[in-house]
């Protein structure tokens, strides 16, 4: 056992070494006397199942008892991590793991070349401006002086056709809400346009204006909590005031429906893409010509049993990636005179792997293919045709080639588990690629590896699953292990680099990316398979994900942790809730833990495609099997949990966690602690500042590594 005297507190200078003498260590248990929070009668009738909600009160997040609850939360929390002994030096190292440049791809606008780059660790990347490749970087946009505490980010940049304007949306304080501003691209001048309550969308240009998607003004106090419903398309003119801008298209009928404005490159045609929650499209257009607004739409794809989105118009005609008629996906030319499927004319037809997506640029078609959860690109002409696969450097994530139809240079860039985002240079005329920036980091990526396994699940399915770790890893069956997975709304987990991941390899960690059901790795039936009724598999594939590590002598229970976020802690919470004899340490984040009642907040309505919703008595009876709040049962002991999430979150709105949290400690027996950490200004994760990131994850890492009873030791510098 160790002596937390030895511990050194001043880690701002230098990490000293932190060590353990014996192999296995078992730190002292920190006692934890959680809050009272109090209960209110309150039970709802489910098609006659009366379901208990005594903590229905903490839903109304900007009453004072409530605040006064995540304070009283939170001072048990950082009371806890600050015992935790190794917690300044794993901060310390973290910082110093990210402290590096990070920079984005290219964007050609012009005669300028722009870029966001971050020093390593400012609040916020910063958007900068050159001339050409060899002009002097200069800053043309920081949203570090928008706010001083950096939770003002940028979540929208459209530069206007004739390259003279930037659209531009800032978040605040983790919010989904966007508001846009006009600058000059010449003189970096402020216009005086201001664009608000804008969510989910982005700026689309058309001659001197954009089009973009909004909603109205939510009632004050509730901006954060109540339901977003009526989405509208409309057209701002640059110079004009917002209630002056054009609505495009609304449907009243419809309020819970999504609508997504854009223009084709050559600003020919208004495309609106529809959806009625996650999955699912309809797609509309209308041409471009004087007093389009008074132009009827006319109905390219009918929805909502497919999915479907614009890539380009070859004249009159569209080009159209879409699942309808390919699981996998494939790439047609539509003539809106004769939208039936039997008139399509094939362009990319579809293959085995999954068509992830299709850009257009350079004058050429770039596809991009998921294989086992890795990419792959090939280039072909816009027929089709001559296709041939872009070579990366290996097994990792890269998007497609970027720009406009007539650029000359494209960039693309890649990663992996151990490969840091690197940028290539792309010349579509001889297929070329070469290294236009690579990231330099202070760490040695060399002394890791990675590997892909598959098992079986439950029902037999195979599912796949990256490790990661130490080369020199001994299979003892005691490894400290964190298995990540998301597993829903068609959303694939590729490999991807994480800076902040290194410290845990560091410590002998293993880390696994699974890649489950609902998901998007293998097109849509893969998806289908881990949704509404068989939510359940995606919970099989991952608890057999902890059961094949344990028995390949990776781990054992007592050393795995889970962690997972938004859909992925909804994962975390089923399954520690299912199966809390197998897993140690819990680490849901910005989950949907209640599921009878999350489509009655925010944009929770448009998940109800991929959960069900408990308003029809199908979809609850089988909601209320899985639902983390609902099946948390008194007297069970559960593993070590660190609940996070943002008192700003907009989209998964604080009160799952905050409901969860209270039940869990009320039902929860034994000396593992169950805590939840919320972050103040931040929201649902997106645009979250630096130093937030590196506070937050250096406790989430000090909370596994001590209740994995890992050992844990730091370096000299």
Not at 286 to 308: H, I, Q, R, V
Not at 316 to 336: C, E, Q, R, W
């Amino acid at each position: 056992m160790l002596n937390s005297s030895r511990f050194f507190a001043g880690t701002s200078l230098c990490l000293l070494l932190f060590s353990c003498s014996e192999e296995n260590v078992n730190y002292p248990v920190i006692s934890v006397q959680y809050p009272v929070t109090k209960t209110v009668e309150q039970t709802d009738d489910y098609f006659g199942t009366k379901v208990s909600d005594p903590y229905r009160w903490l839903e109304n997040d900007t009453a004072a008892e409530v605040e006064n609850w995540v304070k009283q939360q939170n001072q048990v929390t950082f009371g806890y991590l600050d015992k935790i002994p190794f917690r300044k030096a794993i901060r310390q190292r973290i910082e110093d793991i990210f402290n590096y440049p990070k920079y984005s791809q290219p964007y050609l606008v012009g005669d300028y070349v722009f870029f966001f780059k971050n020093d390593g660790l400012q609040n916020q990347s910063v958007l900068y401006r050159q001339k050409g490749f060899e002009g002097t970087p200069e800053v043309f946009l920081d949203p570090n002086k928008i706010s001083e505490k950096g939770t003002s980010a940028i979540s929208i940049v459209s530069f206007s056709n004739d390259n003279k304007y930037l659209a531009y949306g800032i978040s605040s304080s983790g919010s989904d809400w966007t508001e846009i501003s006009v600058l000059d691209v010449e003189t970096g001048n402020k216009l005086k346009d201001e664009i608000k309550w804008v969510k989910f969308s982005g700026a689309s240009w058309y001659k001197d204006g954009f089009f973009y998607s909004r909603y109205n003004e939510p009632v004050k106090g509730k901006e954060f909590s109540n339901a977003n419903d009526f989405m509208k398309v409309y057209y701002h003119k640059l110079g004009t005031p917002q209630s002056k801008d054009i609505l495009i298209y609304e449907d009243i009928a419809n309020p819970k429906r999504y609508f997504f404005g854009s223009v084709t490159e050559d600003e020919k045609y208004l495309i609106i893409n529809i959806s009625e929650g996650t999955n699912g499209s309809e797609l509309m257009y209308k041409k471009l010509e004087n007093n389009f607004e008074k132009t009827p739409f006319s109905l390219l794809f009918k929805g909502f049993a497919n999915n479907a989105y614009v890539v380009d118009n070859e004249g009159d005609k569209f080009m159209v990636v879409t699942d309808l008629g390919a699981s996998n996906y494939h790439l047609v030319l539509i003539d809106p005179l004769k939208p039936d499927p039997t008139e399509w004319q094939k362009i990319i037809p579809e293959r085995n792997e999954l068509l992830e997506g299709v850009s257009v640029a350079g004058g050429k078609l770039f596809a991009s293919y998921l294989k086992d959860a890795s990419t792959h690109i090939f280039e072909m002409d816009r027929a089709g045709a001559n296709s041939k696969e872009i070579e990366l450097p290996g097994i990792g994530t890269a998007g497609a080639p970027s720009g406009k139809k007539v650029d000359k240079v494209l960039f693309y860039t890649f990663t992996s588990f151990t490969y840091p985002p690197s940028i290539f240079r792309y010349d579509p005329s001889t297929g070329k690629s070469e290294i236009f920036r690579k990231t330099e980091v202070k760490f040695d990526i060399d002394q890791f590896e990675t590997k892909q396994v598959k098992f079986k699940s439950k029902d037999g399915t195979a599912i796949p699953m990256f490790l990661v770790h130490k080369k020199n890893i001994q299979i003892n069956g005691n490894n400290p292990t964190l298995i990540y997975g998301y597993g829903g709304f068609n959303n694939p987990l590729t490999p991807n680099f994480s800076a902040s991941r290194i410290l845990f390899l560091e410590q002998g960690g293993i880390y696994a990316m699974v890649n489950l059901r609902g998901g998007g790795e293998y097109g849509e039936e893969w998806h289908k398979a881990g949704m509404l009724d068989k939510k359940q598999n995606v919970f099989d594939d991952f608890i057999a994900a902890a059961e094949f590590l344990i028995n390949e002598k990776y781990t054992n229970p007592a050393k795995i942790g889970i962690q997972g976020g938004s859909n992925g802690g909804l994962l975390v919470g089923a399954c520690m809730t299912q199966r809390p004899d197998l897993f140690k340490v819990a680490l849901p984040a910005v989950g949907v833990m209640d599921m009878l009642r999350f489509h009655k907040f925010t944009v929770g309505w448009g998940w109800a495609v991929e959960y069900g919703s408990s308003d029809k008595k199908e979809d609850f009876d089988n909601l209320i099997k899985y639902s983390p709040l609902h099946n948390l049962k008194p007297g069970i002991q559960y593993p070590a949990t660190l609940i996070t999430t943002g008192d700003h979150d907009d989209r998964v709105v604080p009160a799952h966690s905050f409901k969860f949290a209270a039940t869990l400690q009320a039902a929860h027996k034994g000396d593992n602690p169950v805590l939840i950490r919320i972050e103040t200004d931040a929201g649902h994760g997106a645009g979250k500042p630096t130093a937030k990131i590196l506070d937050e994850t250096a406790d989430i890492y000090s909370f596994l590594l001590y209740n994995l009873n890992a050992k844990v030791e730091f370096k000299e510098k």
